[in-house]
């Protein structure tokens, strides 16, 4: 790889999640040597041979940075190339580098957002004869834009809210259920791009990672360029049922996560994204958050844990002019009510003043609601689709 | 099933003259000031004259709905 000067040349459009890249290499202490004048690092661990010999390790090891720097090698000549800007690194290390070393480096892309023209690989550089693990490197990039004679001198921020002038909406949870409904009805007038692991249908920005994981706000941070008007949090990984005492660690975990740290997550997004004009923030609760009901104790612990999450965000967001509100539909039959039998939802119903059961229609129409310019002194609360019940 | 919503209409008449017509298939415990529990026992025992059935006390709490009523009784002539 060090003696080959030939990058690859991949264009936006040719990229896709999965494709992937490596090279070989060998490496010796004269490498460390130079690597050490380059960058100034010339710590004797990595530079000096009878030092680092009376150090833990027995001998020389590579810099760190020396390997996220044949990871800037893997993504500036082979995956995606030439026309690559990398606009982040992230790394761990495990075992220690000696020399003289073969390694494999290897990336994969794992997330290419086309619209936004982001995406993100992930790195691994491992030993090339038994595999092994010596770091693991996130690298997020952009493409270079292309030149032409016609192009004038463009406004950045309209740049950086790619279609039109159309306010940008990040929404978790677009793939399903009521998600898609107001994914659907949003994209009418928002910019509107869907986080989460199911891609929507339909031609809105989707960047496909795990909430659940430890690192998706790197993630989405690196990969989502310009500013925010707002995020609707619609995501949640199911209502499981049964009572508290009965419900696993990992079940609550995930239910609390979702109230929580999620809705922290975007709101801190959102607060590094935001404009002088400010924004919404704004979540799918549920009324059993108030109705308690013990047949689905870890879903109530998690909605009733949202709730009072967007109350405390609300003051904290309140200088930054982003108004929040929690969302709190009565009982619908779509999503994780949509097998309930017609006795249930007749049950359902007697109980609504109203008559009727709560339509996706009504949650849509109450989020273009809190979304609009009317809205923006409504904040720190809970709005109750519940058709009259207590 | 038409027939069985008429008959149950007529019960609801005669247990609450004042909703109006119109108002029977939609009504409930809920939407309704004059249907409480006394009520409730009126209606429930001119149901199961008219449709020749009893009803056990468990089920009589949680029918609070003319819909509910309906399939209630539609589900009785089904068994």
Redesign the interface.
């Known amino acids: 790889m060090s003696n080959d000067t030939t990058s690859a040349d991949l264009a936006a459009e040719d990229l896709r999640v999965g494709l992937a890249a490596d090279f070989v290499r060998t490496i010796e202490a004269e490498d460390l040597a130079a690597f050490g004048l380059l960058s100034g690092d010339l710590n004797p661990l990595h530079v000096d041979a009878d030092v680092a010999a009376d150090s833990q390790f027995g001998g020389q090891v590579t810099h760190g940075a020396f390997l996220v720097a044949m990871v800037s090698a893997l993504v500036g000549m082979k995956l995606p190339g030439r026309r690559v800007l990398v606009t982040g690194f992230n790394a761990r290390f495990g075992s220690p580098v000696r020399v003289p070393e073969t390694l494999r480096v290897s990336g994969t892309i794992v997330a290419w957002n086309t619209s936004l023209q982001s995406g993100r690989l992930a790195a691994r550089v491992q030993r090339a004869t038994d595999g092994e693990h010596f770091a693991e490197v996130g690298v997020s990039f952009t493409m270079q834009q292309a030149k032409s004679a016609g192009v004038q001198a463009v406004d950045k921020r309209v740049l950086a809210r790619g279609v039109g002038t159309q306010p940008r909406l990040l929404v978790t949870g677009g793939g399903g259920g009521l998600g898609r409904d107001l994914v659907k009805s949003l994209a009418e007038d928002f910019e509107v791009i869907t986080v989460g692991r199911q891609a929507p249908t339909g031609a809105t920005s989707h960047i496909s990672l795990d909430l659940l994981s430890d690192d998706w706000e790197l993630a989405l941070e690196e990969t989502l360029p310009g500013p925010l008007y707002g995020a609707l949090h619609v995501a949640w990984p199911g209502a499981p049922r049964g009572g508290l005492m009965s419900s696993s660690k990992e079940m609550r975990r995930q239910q609390l996560s979702f109230g929580t740290d999620v809705l922290i997550g975007l709101a801190q997004i959102l607060s590094r994204r935001i404009e002088p004009q400010g924004g919404r923030l704004i979540a799918i609760g549920s009324q059993v958050a108030h109705t308690r009901n013990v047949r689905l104790g870890a879903y109530v612990l998690g909605k009733s844990a949202l709730e009072t999450t967007m109350s405390l965000l609300a003051k904290e967001l309140a200088p930054l002019r982003i108004a929040c509100n929690v969302i709190s539909p009565g009982f619908m039959p779509v999503g994780i009510n949509s097998k309930s039998s ?2 249930e939802q ?2 359902e ?7 009727r059961l709560c339509a996706t229609t009504d949650v849509v129409a109450a989020v273009r609601y809190l979304l609009g310019e009317g809205a923006e002194f409504h904040t720190g609360r809970v709005l109750a689709l519940w058709g ?2 207590e | 099933m038409e027939d069985r919503r008429q008959r149950l209409t007529v019960c609801f008449t005669q247990v609450f003259p004042n909703l109006p017509l119109e108002r029977i298939g ?6 309704y000031a004059d249907w409480d529990s006394v009520t409730q026992l009126l209606l429930v025992g001119l149901i199961e004259e008219e449709f020749g059935i009893r009803l056990a006390i468990e089920e009589i709490a ?1 029918l ?2 003319f ?2 009523l309906l ?1 209630h009784v539609q589900r009785h002539d089904e068994r």
Do not use: F, H, I, Y
């Not at chain 1, 119903?349 to 008559?355: D, R, T």
């Open positions: 017609n006795r007749l049950q119903k007697a109980g609504v003043p109203m008559g009259g019940q | 939609e009504v409930s415990a809920v939407s949680s609070t709905s819909e509910l399939d």
